[in-house]
């Protein structure tokens, strides 16, 4: 995080100007999102050890973390999955950054070309081990989501289930059960 915040750019090169914008723009977002979500924990974790705390049911509905699970949802999925996409687009940005001044500085005139220097290739090898990395990482990512979706449709299921059961005892017949 130092690194990226504290990056020292070669005052004699010319850096291409999307890659500083997108450099700039991309270590904003990522702070923010990250702060987003240190925000959303920091006031919602004295509500739930209160709550904790608290043996009447009520007051747990009462609560204002019951009533914030949006966005605290909001503030997990910021953080964990376009908190780690930002990352690691931040560190193929750094590479960039740091890894483009090489060799250039040795050389009269304009910047050379795509593969004219070391600096270059280095940028370049780092993207192409990141750009699997990311896709894996979203491949796990989305597996991971529908794993927790398909487990707690599975869960509520057998509680209707079993609702339907007690209630059958208690009417003592059965009535269709309409499941949506």
């Not at 240190?38 to 973390?65: F, G, K």
């Not at 009533?67 to 605290?72: K, N």
């Not at 593969?115 to 979203?138: D, E, K, N, R, Y």
Request: net charge negative; with cysteine.
């Amino acid at each position: 995080m130092v690194a990226m915040v504290e990056v020292q750019l070669e005052t004699q090169y010319q850096y291409p100007r999307p890659l500083l914008i997108a450099f700039s723009a991309c270590t904003t977002v990522l702070v923010a999102v990250h702060l987003f979500a240190l925000l959303i924990s920091t006031c919602i974790l004295p509500n739930v050890e209160a709550v904790s705390n608290i043996h009447n049911l009520n007051s747990i509905s009462e609560s204002p973390h019951e009533r914030m699970h949006p966005y605290i949802e909001l503030a997990w999925g910021f953080s964990t999955v376009l908190g780690i996409l930002l990352f690691l687009a931040e560190v193929v940005l750094l590479c960039w950054i740091k890894f483009l001044p090489v060799d250039a500085r040795h050389q009269p005139g304009p910047p050379p070309g795509p593969g004219g220097h070391t600096g270059w290739q280095a940028a370049l090898v780092s993207t192409i081990i990141m750009v699997p990395v990311g896709l894996i990482f979203v491949v796990f990512t989305i597996h991971f989501y529908r794993s927790l979706v398909r487990h707690k449709t599975e869960r509520h299921n057998r509680e209707i289930e079993e609702l339907h059961k007690l209630k059958v005892q208690l009417d003592g017949h059965e009535r269709s059960l309409q499941v949506v």
